[in-house]
């Protein structure tokens, strides 16, 4: 197996020639790692400090059937604060102004066996907000939406299980 420019690299800096078994385990240094950017907001009303939340559909792959934030993944180039305010009005209707998010959390992780890199969520709030909160994404050209309802909640009080 010929590693190219790579395996002499890691020789030149380790000052040791790698073996076909150390490559594969030298191999994490020089490969670029891929996170990608995800986009949470937590929606509460200014009124009584409810959180607007989702229930996902069943037929996702990431957490179906449970109750979640709105949220998405980046488009590249986008600005993450832009792919909040895009998800938030794309899956509630619900439109804030990039200004009014402020940064709350931030999550990173693996995405697990399945799918190679890691992710990055970055969770913001706002009270600030117009509209009135809906299942946007069902729509004529969206038969199974990637979500089924949206409601909001006391924070304390968690969703109850069934659609």
């Known amino acids: 197996m ?4 790579r395996s002499h690299a890691l020789r030149a800096f380790g ?5 076909e078994s150390d490559q594969p385990a030298a191999r994490w240094k020089t490969e670029p790692m891929t ?11 200014p009124d009584n400090g409810r959180l607007l939340v989702l229930r996902r559909s069943s037929h996702l792959d990431f957490a179906p059937g449970e109750w979640d ?3 998405g993944k980046g488009e590249p180039r986008e600005p993450i604060t832009a792919t909040a305010v895009r998800e938030l009005k794309e899956e509630t209707g619900v439109v804030a102004a990039e200004a009014d ?3 709350v959390h ?14 990055m969520a970055l969770v913001f709030h706002t009270d600030q907000w117009s509209g009135t909160p809906h299942n946007a994404e069902r729509t004529s050209t969206t038969p199974s939406p990637g979500c089924l309802r949206t409601t909001f909640r006391s924070p304390s009080h968690t969703p109850p299980s069934s659609p």
């Open 106 to 119: 931030v999550v990173h992780g693996a995405w697990g066996a399945e799918i190679q890199g890691m992710f």
């Open 15 to 19: 000052g040791t020639r790698l073996t």
């Open 69 to 71: 934030v709105p949220s």
């Open 35 to 45: 996170t990608r950017l995800i986009a949470a907001v937590l929606v509460t009303d």
């Open 2 to 5: 010929r590693w190219g420019y």
């Open 101 to 103: 998010l402020r940064l």
